[in-house]
């Protein structure tokens, strides 16, 4: 893994958690524990700060990162990502914020002021606009994306338990 510092900033990763060694992690990144990085993730925390909830996975090829502070957006937009959150494969996410319980499906845009609530699930390859929220409990596609329908009883139980599969497979992966 690639873990480097940005302005004496190091990234801070917690316990039993698996960084593949084809990610970079870059300046101002925590990860809780149990967090799985997969292959190819970049994650930059250079102009503001990225945090990672505990069980939560990003997979292969993921980008994140964050939007520095200016005369019109004094905090800027840091990255905050909730626990037991799967981010499927190619995604970005930009200067958002993600609940708990949330999958974003494979190749998905979100984009700077998002908030998605707990218990989502966002489609493959949709976009989400800047500053639109997402609320609790739905499924939402299409670009931009746009929300379709109540998450039904099992796809709640999925949540948690696509979390619970990567923590699973992360600790086979550092043994």
Same mark, same amino acid.
Request: contains cysteine.
């Given at each position: 893994?690639?873990?480097? #510092?940005?302005?004496?900033?190091?990234?801070? !990763? %917690?316990?039993? @958690?698996?960084?593949? &060694?084809?990610? *970079? +992690?870059?300046?101002?990144?925590?990860?809780?524990?149990?967090?799985?990085?997969?292959?190819?993730?970049?994650? #930059?925390?250079?102009?503001?700060?990225?945090? !990672? %909830?505990?069980? @939560?996975?990003?997979? &292969?090829?993921? *980008? +994140?990162?964050?939007?520095?502070?200016?005369?019109?957006?004094?905090?800027?937009?840091?990255?905050?990502?909730?626990?037991?959150?799967?981010?499927?494969?190619?995604?970005?996410?930009?200067?958002?914020?993600?609940?708990?319980?949330? +999958?974003?499906?494979?190749?998905?845009?979100?984009?700077?002021?998002?908030?998605?609530?707990?218990?989502?699930?966002?489609?493959?390859?949709?976009?989400?606009?800047?500053?639109?929220?997402?609320?609790?409990?739905?499924?939402?596609?299409?670009?931009?994306?746009?929300?379709?329908?109540?998450?039904?009883?099992?796809?709640?139980?999925?949540?948690?338990?696509?979390?619970?599969?990567?923590?699973?497979?992360?600790?086979?992966?550092?043994?």
């Amino acid at each position: 893994m690639t873990i480097r #510092r940005y302005k004496n900033i190091l990234p801070t !990763i %917690g316990e039993n @958690t698996y960084i593949d &060694d084809s990610a *970079v +992690l870059i300046g101002d990144v925590t990860c809780a524990e149990d967090v799985s990085i997969w292959p190819l993730v970049a994650a #930059r925390g250079d102009v503001n700060y990225i945090k !990672i %909830g505990a069980r @939560t996975n990003v997979q &292969d090829g993921s *980008v +994140l990162h964050v939007t520095r502070s200016s005369d019109g957006l004094q905090a800027g937009f840091p990255l905050i990502i909730g626990d037991d959150v799967t981010v499927g494969h190619k995604c970005m996410l930009h200067g958002c914020t993600l609940g708990n319980r949330i +999958l974003v499906g494979m190749g998905a845009i979100l984009m700077d002021g998002v908030v998605v609530e707990d218990d989502v699930f966002i489609g493959g390859g949709s976009l989400v606009p800047p500053n639109k929220t997402l609320e609790s409990g739905y499924l939402y596609v299409g670009n931009p994306a746009r929300q379709v329908r109540p998450l039904k009883e099992s796809e709640l139980a999925f949540l948690k338990q696509s979390a619970i599969n990567y923590v699973e497979l992360k600790n086979d992966y550092l043994e």
